[in-house]
């Protein structure tokens, strides 16, 4: 299929034909997501970009592993979002037992390291740290809703909860948020 006709077919229509069996189409949905979903993973990720990109690559994998279980309708960013949290997720869990204690040295030691260099920080680095601060479920709230542009029904479909819950979820991440940045 043309290049030009590609990028004038939506996400599900691309999709739909993957799921046909039209493997190439996978492409043009690499394209448009790639770089969205590795800015998600590395923010997840606290910065680590080889790990974003990892995870990146792992995404585009499921997606083509479980294509048979996107339902034709179901809009393809909110799916395909989906598959990322649980890729992140699946790799949190697997790194947990032995990084739990890593862990909270690092955030201890980010923490002291943040204080002391606040003065020298300018506002975009010090707003980075404290996100990175954020328990993983809220930062991953304020990520998709700030950063992402998810409105808080699509995210409350990802989280299983209603628009309600999603929008009162964002707003205590972002009050924890404000803490950890004004402290």
Not at 17 to 35: I, K, P, W
Not at 76 to 98: E, G, I, K
Not at 160 to 177: I, N, P, Q, S
Request: with cysteine; net charge neutral.
């Amino acid at each position: 299929m043309p290049a030009a006709t590609v990028t004038a077919l939506s996400d599900e229509a691309l999709m739909a034909q993957v799921q046909a069996g039209d493997l190439d189409q996978l492409t043009g949905l690499f394209e448009r997501y790639h770089g969205p979903l590795f800015g998600f993973l590395a923010r997840l990720a606290n910065g680590d970009r080889d790990l974003a990109q990892d995870l990146t690559q792992n995404v585009f994998v499921r997606v083509l592993r479980y294509r048979a279980s996107y339902q034709p309708g179901q809009p393809f960013r909110a799916w395909v979002y989906q598959m990322a949290r649980h890729v992140w997720a699946d790799h949190y869990q697997r790194q947990r037992p032995s990084a739990d204690l890593e862990e909270v040295e690092k955030t201890a030691a980010h923490g002291r390291q943040a204080q002391a260099q606040r003065a020298a920080t300018d506002q975009h680095q010090a707003l980075h740290e404290a996100l990175g601060l954020l328990p993983a479920a809220q930062r991953e709230v304020l990520l998709l809703h700030r950063f992402q542009g998810f409105d808080y029904a699509e995210i409350g479909e990802q989280l299983g909860c209603t628009a309600g819950a999603a929008r009162v979820k964002a707003h205590r991440a972002l009050d924890a948020l404000r803490k950890i940045y004004l402290s």
